[in-house]
């Protein structure tokens, strides 16, 4: 069996399985330190709009303005917490994932373009640093959607400008990592492996990089025109010179909405990979989830209007409902798909699986208040107040961010070859999950009884629940923080965790942890189901692994008996 | 897609560089599709303009013609890209030459007749679509200038004894990349002058 890849200018070819601080601070075109360097940028983003969103929280504390100075200042506070969150945190997040596993699980030395990828992670910094200098220049305050004329005659500060001008390189740089997964997955499968044959994860990207590649170009062109009306005087979206602000509204809603799969797609992927793993079982339905990604991505480009409901053409209404609510079923084949695949298997309860789990069951909250706002006569009532930011909160925190908690259990070994402490993973766990609910599920009723979003007073009713919700989401941030300590004390203990700790069937775990520069040792050969636990030929397959790679935990060393719970040995694979 | 334009030249390449080769070529294809998506947002907000903005005023001969003709100049460039290329394909250099300077020449001659009639913009009385003409056209002019920046490079490199028959890859790459530029216009135009 033979790896295809393209030759790699300019890789370096450092000493075996080493991790080298230096590397990761320069240029490389190695698809693993590229990986590397999107998630701890992201990382570094996180803790930024994480600081934010403790600022709305403790503002929201009371009825009164407490912390912002004033109405702008607030409404600086939730642009940047909402932008810095989708732009430089969950995309290049999800970007940093793909980028390290796509390769490994495709048995090639690297992406089809390294330099190309190179050079879409390094735009993400300067843009990421232009957003933030605006604080200096009248930071940005028109929201992440940045609805004219509000991002236009009422924004004065040029931090608009620059907010603009940083989205414009965040999409160029999100085009062109998506154009490199696609002729990746595209050409650079080994033989044997269709299509149907590849790691759901891979599905996945494919199916977040088709969006990208047709989506975010129309969030270059409608920025186009907003920085032309900022900068160059026209009058697009200037009502005031008979400009159109819905027109805004109908591009960037046409690139947002299938922005939202963008950033939960590839967490659909971790999550297929992590149950099934953890569950010991063949995914259930394994076409029904390849396939419904791609289903996801076409209907996510016919339900855009759906978030102007208010604004919309009466006759509009209807149409945009019907698509809005039929785009919950390949989602919703998916939780089934799922729920099928942990049915009856010997569930390992670690970090991973608790995460995955999580992720599960918040996202069909999420799921549901989506298909709830779907529905016109209640969205007429609910739209612009916290019921909203409660929907897309459960998807996108109890979505996207808890699968990016699972798969940094799940990958952490083979990123770095040492494992976390699972202990302080299931408190993150454990913290996390219900800190997360009492902050975010109380919003729907807040929103049901009327409370705006977007506000930084409030009327004196709303007080019991708000509270509950800042002190929630105190607890929220601060649990955070034992996954970043979990990161560095990893990495200062070295716990060996070996080539594949968990026994996994994909390629990424066919080699040392970390692997070599050029991935393998030789040529992989994929197992013919990634996801055939459970029977005899896995388990062959997995003992002649171990044989050619060497033990990994926990066997690899004499583990204290309360590491080796039961539930945490590998069994019937 | 990738479609293989001529079977020979390839023998000699290694996998490795059969599979760089392809690789370029989905590279393409996909730039192709994904970012003619801006020119279709531009038009799609082009429709919606003037349906906001009320009739456009009639256009007079010289308004309808010259810009007809730039089209058309354009439209004759894929010809000569195209014979080009495969003049290229096969070894004949002095044919490539040949129709690789036509294909510049009417590009050329294209861009600056385009800003030409932008300058002189027949929409003025209506605000916002007589910006977005200008926006469209100027969009369009800077994609042309850096592809045919890249097509004179090209020239230049042919000139100095680059590419043949195993190595085509700059010509094609130039070539692919002018049609995108001639599609992403005449959706344009179609938006501009015919619908
Ligand atoms: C089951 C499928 C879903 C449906 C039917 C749905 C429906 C909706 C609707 C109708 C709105 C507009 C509410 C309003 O403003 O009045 C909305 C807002 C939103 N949704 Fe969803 N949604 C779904 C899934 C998702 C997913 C998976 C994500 C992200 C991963 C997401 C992210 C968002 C965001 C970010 C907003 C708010 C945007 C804003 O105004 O700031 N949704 N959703
Ligand atoms: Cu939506």
């Not at chain 1, 996801?296 to 604004?311: N, Y």
């Not at chain 1, 209807?318 to 079923?329: E, G, K, L, N």
Request: glycine share 8%; net charge positive; charged share 10%.
């Amino acid at each position: 069996m033979a790896t295809i890849s393209a030759p790699l200018p300019g890789i370096q070819v450092s000493e075996e399985g080493k991790l080298r601080i230096g590397d990761y601070l320069k240029w490389s075109v190695d698809h693993k330190i590229i990986g590397v360097q999107y998630a701890v940028t992201a990382l570094f983003f996180f803790i930024i709009g994480g600081a934010l969103a403790m600022a709305i929280r403790w503002e929201l504390l009371t009825p009164a303005l407490d912390v912002a100075a004033d109405g702008t200042a607030y409404n600086q506070f939730f642009t940047m917490h909402g932008t810095v969150m989708i732009f430089l945190w969950i995309i290049p997040m999800m970007a940093g994932f793909g980028n390290y596993l796509v390769p490994l699980m495709l048995g090639a030395k690297d992406m089809a373009f390294p330099w190309l990828n190179a050079f879409a992670f390094w735009l993400i910094p300067p843009a990421g640093v232009l957003m933030i200098l605006g604080y200096f220049a009248g930071q940005a305050q028109a929201g992440w959607t940045a609805y004219p004329p509000l991002s236009t005659m009422f924004s004065d500060g040029d931090g608009q400008t620059m907010w603009a001008i940083a989205i414009h390189l965040l999409g160029a740089s999100s085009i062109l990592g998506a154009l490199n997964f696609i002729v990746t997955i595209r050409n650079m499968r080994p033989e044997g492996m269709g299509y149907f044959q590849m790691p759901l994860f891979v599905w996945a990207m494919l199916a977040t990089s088709i969006i990208i590649v047709m989506a975010t170009p129309f969030l270059a062109g409608g920025l186009t025109l907003l920085i032309l009306d900022r900068v160059a005087g026209t009058a697009f979206f200037n009502p005031a010179q008979g400009g159109d602000v819905l027109l805004w509204q109908n591009v960037f809603w046409f690139y947002s909405h299938p922005a939202v799969y963008i950033m939960v797609l590839p967490g659909f992927g971790m999550l297929s990979e992590v149950l099934s793993v953890h569950a010991r079982k063949n995914v259930f339905g394994y076409r029904a989830i390849a396939l419904s990604s791609m289903a996801i991505a076409l209907v996510g480009f016919t339900v855009w209007a759906h978030h102007m409901f208010t604004s919309l053409t009466p006759s509009l209404r209807i149409p945009f409902m019907v698509t809005s609510m039929i785009i919950a079923v390949p989602t919703g084949i998916k939780i089934f798909s799922w729920i099928g695949t942990i049915w009856g298997g010997k569930i390992r309860f670690n970090s991973a699986m608790l995460f995955g789990l999580g992720f599960l069951s918040m996202f069909v909250i999420g799921g549901i208040s989506g298909v709830m706002l779907a529905a016109v006569p209640f969205d007429l009532h609910v739209h612009d107040t916290y019921f909203v930011v409660s929907h897309f909160h459960f998807v996108l925190y109890g979505g996207s961010v808890l699968a990016i908690y699972a798969g940094i259990y799940h990958w952490w070994p083979k990123v770095t070859g040492t494992l976390l402490n699972e202990s302080m993973g299931k408190w993150h766990f454990w913290l996390t999950y219900v800190s997360f609910f009492f902050t975010f599920f109380p919003m729907h009723l807040l929103g049901m009884l009327g409370m705006p979003r977007r506000v930084a007073v409030y009327a004196p009713e709303f007080q019991t629940l708000n509270s509950i919700v800042s002190f929630a989401s105190f607890v929220l941030g601060i649990s955070t923080f034992i996954l970043l300590y979990n990161m560095v004390y990893s990495l200062i203990k070295r716990k060996q965790a070996g080539p594949n700790p968990w026994r996994a069937l994909t390629l990424e775990w066919a080699t040392s942890s970390p692997p070599p520069a050029h991935n393998f040792h030789g040529d992989p050969v994929p197992y013919k189901n990634p996801y055939g636990y459970g029977t005899e030929a896995a388990y062959r397959y997995l003992e002649a692994q171990e044989a050619e790679l060497g033990k990994s935990w926990p066997n690899l060393e004499e583990e204290p008996a309360r590491a080796l719970k039961p539930s945490s040995s590998p069994a019937g694979d | 897609m990738t479609q293989q334009i001529s079977p020979m030249p390839e023998r000699k390449l290694t996998r490795d560089e059969v599979i760089a080769l392809k690789n370029k070529r989905t590279l393409v294809t996909v730039f192709q599709i994904s970012w003619i998506m801006v020119f279709v947002c531009l038009a799609v907000v082009a429709i919606q303009i003037r349906g906001t903005s009320g009739p456009l005023p009639a256009l007079n001969a010289i308004q309808v013609i010259v810009p007809l003709g730039a089209t058309l100049a354009l439209l004759g460039s894929v010809w000569t890209a195209w014979q080009s290329l495969k003049a290229i394909q096969a070894d004949q250099r002095a044919r490539f030459f040949v129709f690789w300077r036509y294909t510049l020449v009417l590009g050329g001659a294209f861009i600056l007749v385009m800003l030409a009639v932008m300058a002189f913009n027949p929409y003025g009385d209506l605000l916002q679509y007589s910006q977005i003409f200008r926006v469209m056209v100027v969009y369009h002019a800077l994609h042309a200038l850096v592809i045919g920046a890249w097509m004179v490079q090209v020239y230049r490199n042919a000139a100095q004894g680059a590419y043949g028959s195993s190595d085509a890859w700059g010509v094609e790459a130039g070539a692919k990349l002018w049609y995108f530029v001639v599609i992403a216009w005449v959706l344009f135009y179609a938006v501009l002058y015919v619908f």
